[in-house]
């Protein structure tokens, strides 16, 4: 069979008014896999690499000046970095250079930031696994490991170091959230449909929680309720205060021990008993010890879930957990510690104190004494050692010491308010006797905060609501 050739003219098309140069659109370089982790001195680190950050325009970034909106909302790095970051494209905004400094960012719009990223290390204490089955993780989570990738955080998260145990393609879905800083139970779900149920259950308020969390002082033996209402103060900061005009918040709080003060000199005897890491620890509380009060082991049941609704709550009572390095810091809230303070009298002050903590100061918790401080802050904390990266330039920081990487907060046990699963973990070390004195191991049945009758307390006990009677057991000020 013949081919016949049939001449013709080009098809027709019309020739466009103008070619479209695209826009110089940053994007992340690389999806690194294996991850970029290695192990070193008891941490877990991420090499550093080159990332870009991208955003949707904030309700609240609205009409404000871009150089603005960075200095006032990240401390990551100093205003002078964003300012030259805007000049020379490393942040765009929809893909395009900016023009000025000044240049207001408008609703619905897309800003990148492209930089070489130096993640914090975190704990390499693995992540351990309380329950699974075909549609639930139910994991122990660390103490200061974010759960989602955030602020300076991102492979040093629990989603990613869940993915890079398991496989690339595995999608863990959180459906419940942990403070960094807090240690605990968590419900990671393997799919959207898992992810959904429990998800509603969290939301339906029919879950009940118990933490454990220790505390300065000697906690009251009688069942105590706070129900102050907390507001956040700066979202910058991560500080959050008892106010009047805060959203409702309360709490049952059970005490299961209480430990006096330890002898200032201990035998040769009792050093050599010592386990290094309950060494560690009467180093981490040695100012608790002098301050000639001990502490406290409480469990905690939030019929609320407000951010720091515990540390806050227990800043409050002028019980403060131990080592948290914001809500136990004498430096940012003077000597009592906030204890009963309800007005915004010196938040701007308390702002600007612990907007330092980590830049010039070292980030520390429990600055008790005057006589505590050079000591205190000798040890190991994380703050800018003066160096920089020899790529970016970026100011580099010290590790964390140890009692930066969580507080003494520790979320032990979840119910389901109809009985049908119930998942906990055991004391934690921090809250069990310290060496030569007695006290209890695990949790006991007189100290449960879930089995506390709220009806007695006015309490409804799947909305933590107040009932119209008012009992004297509710905390509104300390005493």
């Known amino acids: 069979m013949a081919l016949t050739v049939i001449e013709h003219d080009p098809f027709p098309a019309e020739k466009p008014d103008e070619l479209f140069t695209p826009p110089p659109v940053v994007i992340t370089p690389c ?25 949707y325009c904030k309700e609240r970034w609205r009409g404000r000046e871009i150089l603005d909106i960075f200095a006032s909302e ?55 696994v309380v329950h699974e089955d075909n549609d639930i993780i139910v994991i122990n989570k660390p103490a200061g490991v974010p759960v989602h990738p955030a602020g300076r955080y991102n492979y040093n998260s629990v989603v990613e170091i869940m993915r890079a145990e398991r496989a690339y393609a595995f999608q863990p879905l959180p459906c419940n959230r942990l403070d960094r800083l807090t240690s605990g139970v968590m419900f990671i779900a393997k799919h959207a449909k898992a992810a959904d149920a429990m998800t509603e259950q969290i939301k339906g308020r029919t879950i009940k929680k118990e933490y454990v969390a220790r505390v ?7 069942d105590v309720v706070c129900e102050q209402p907390i507001l956040q103060i700066s979202p910058k900061l991560g ?38 890491e309950e060494r560690q620890a009467m180093k981490d509380d040695g100012m608790a010890w002098k301050r000639k009060e001990g502490y406290s082991i409480v469990r905690c049941m939030p019929l609320t879930g407000r951010t720091h609704q515990l540390r806050v709550h227990l800043q409050f009572l002028g019980h403060p957990i131990t080592n948290d ?27 600007t104190r612990l907007g330092r903590m980590g830049k010039e100061d070292v980030a520390e918790a429990v600055a008790y004494h005057d006589e505590m401080v050079d ?7 994380e703050k800018q050692t003066g160096e920089v990266c020899e790529i970016c330039d970026t100011p580099l920081y010290s590790d964390p010491g140890a009692h930066e990487l969580g507080i003494y907060l520790h979320a032990k046990k979840y119910a389901c308010g109809e009985g049908r699963w119930s998942y906990e973990t055991p004391l934690p070390q921090w809250a069990l006797p310290p060496p030569g004195m007695d006290g209890p191991v695990e949790a006991t049945k007189e100290t449960d905060p879930l ?15 107040k009932t119209a009677e008012s009992v004297p057991q509710l905390i509104s000020t300390p005493a």
Request: net charge neutral; glycine share 6%.
């Open 451 to 465: 089995a506390v009758d709220l009806s007695k307390l006015s309490l409804n006990a799947s909305e933590g609501e």
């Open 239 to 276: 500080l959050n205060r008892v106010r009047a005009n805060g959203k409702e918040a309360r709490t049952v709080f059970k005490r299961l021990a209480y430990y006096p003060p330890r002898p200032e000199v201990r035998s040769d005897e009792e050093k050599a008993t010592e386990a290094p």
């Open 31 to 55: 999806d690194p896999w294996p991850r970029p982790y290695f192990l070193k001195n008891g941490l877990r680190r991420v090499a550093p690499y080159h990332f870009t950050y991208n955003t």
């Open 375 to 381: 000591e205190y802050n000798k040890r190991k904390a």
């Open 216 to 222: 300065m002082g000697e906690f009251p033996e009688d």
């Open 74 to 128: 990240f401390r990551d790095r100093p205003v002078e970095y964003y300012k030259e970051a805007i000049e020379t494209g490393k942040v765009t905004i929809d893909g395009k250079l900016i023009p000025s400094v000044h240049t207001q960012v408008k609703n619905g719009q897309m800003i990148s930031h492209t930089l070489h990223r130096h993640e914090p290390p975190v704990t390499a204490q693995s992540i351990g």
């Open 325 to 351: 390095p914001i809500y136990c810091n004498q430096r940012v809230f003077g000597p009592n510690l906030a204890r009963g303070d309800d007005v915004a009298d010196n938040d701007e002050d308390i702002m």
